[in-house]
């Protein structure tokens, strides 16, 4: 099984700064890896899919990047709903998540 | 607007059975692989079974397998888990998502429920 290890667990930021999220396959996946938001009592959303391709109404200032074992999702600028938390997703070989990184306001 | 809706969870006893549905609109569901991800508090999300567009095939994770069964009713727009031989380690949120088919067998989920609690717990 591929084991997906996201750092840190929890991110504190200040709303308007960058947060960068980092997200590690215990092998390669390619391109095939996925990002989620999931705000506080609500349901996953998806992100960025293929590395770095944004989803149907996703902002701009969320870009993801990263290739083979080493992936990041970047938020350029935080707003107020981006704090979060924030789950990748490998499907290149079966589909195994991350344990999430929590986006706090710092 | 594409909507998912869960329902059936709940409190049951280790050794019990327990079946979620998800009602699914706003999209032609019998063109989609349909899914189950569950996430158990305060933890990360795990997949656990997926079924094809007409029924066919079905994919479990190996932790459920024998125990949960997933079909659906493309008359009705509606999925089904079939839990039996509940554990404490079953308890979690499960929800139901719609699939998208990057290849074979390379799948994530582009839109998903809000969904339902299960606790096993005597």
């Known amino acids: 099984e591929i084991v997906m290890t996201q750092s840190p667990v929890t991110l504190s930021v200040s709303p308007g700064e960058r947060a960068t999220l980092s997200c590690r396959a215990s092998?390669?996946?390619?391109?095939?890896l996925a990002w989620y938001q999931q705000r506080p009592g609500q349901a996953p959303r998806l992100l960025i899919y293929?590395?770095?391709a944004r989803a149907t109404g996703i902002p701009a200032r969320f870009s993801g990047s990263g290739s083979g074992t080493e992936f990041t999702l970047t938020i350029s600028s935080l707003q107020s709903e981006d704090f979060a938390v924030y789950h990748c997703?490998?499907?290149?070989?079966?589909?195994?998540f991350g344990q999430g990184t929590k986006v706090e306001i710092k | 607007e594409v909507q998912l809706m869960e329902s059936g969870g709940g409190l049951v006893q280790p050794g019990g059975s327990l079946r979620l549905s998800c009602s699914a609109s706003?999209?032609?569901?019998?063109?989609?692989?349909m899914s189950w991800v569950r996430q158990a508090p305060g933890k990360g999300l795990e997949y656990v079974a997926s079924?094809?567009?007409?029924?066919?095939?079905?994919i479990y994770v190996d932790s459920v397998k024998g125990r949960f069964t997933f079909s659906r009713d493309n008359a009705k727009n509606s999925l089904y888990l079939q839990m039996n031989s509940l554990r404490a380690e079953d308890t979690a949120v499960y929800y139901c998502?719609?699939?998208?088919?990057?290849?074979?067998?390379?799948?994530?989920?582009?839109?998903w429920g809000q969904g339902t609690l299960v606790t096993v717990s005597s």
């Open positions: 706003g999209f032609t569901f019998s063109s989609y692989w």
């Open positions: 293929g590395a770095t």
């Open positions: 092998q390669s996946v390619s391109s095939n």
């Open positions: 998502a719609r699939d998208v088919r990057a290849a074979a067998g390379r799948h994530y989920f582009d839109y």
């Open positions: 997703q490998q499907y290149n070989n079966w589909r195994t």
């Open positions: 079924i094809k567009q007409d029924g066919s095939d079905k």
